[in-house]
């Protein structure tokens, strides 16, 4: 079966198959683009509020965190 063969009317099996990879190649780039790109929302449910005691970062971190993210020090024991 050759690439120049006629599907329908005057579209050949070439053509078919070259929008068909221009299409898969716009949905990779569009799933690429989301996956690194769009900010999924994060579950705050495993999060608690913390205050480093030295350094003085204060945010979100894991409830199973053990440490600082910015100075690295051990957070004190719960």
Known sequence: MS??????NDITLGRVLLW???G???YA???CY???FIRRN??????TYFVCSNCGWEGHISKFGTYCP???SPLPPE
Request: net charge positive.
């Open 70 to 72: 910015k100075c690295r």
């Open 3 to 8: 690439l120049n063969t006629v599907i329908i």
């Open 42 to 47: 994060v579950n705050l449910q495993h999060m």
């Open 20 to 22: 068909l990879g221009i």
């Open 34 to 36: 989301r996956l690194l």
């Open 24 to 26: 898969f190649g716009i």
């Open 29 to 31: 780039i569009a799933k």
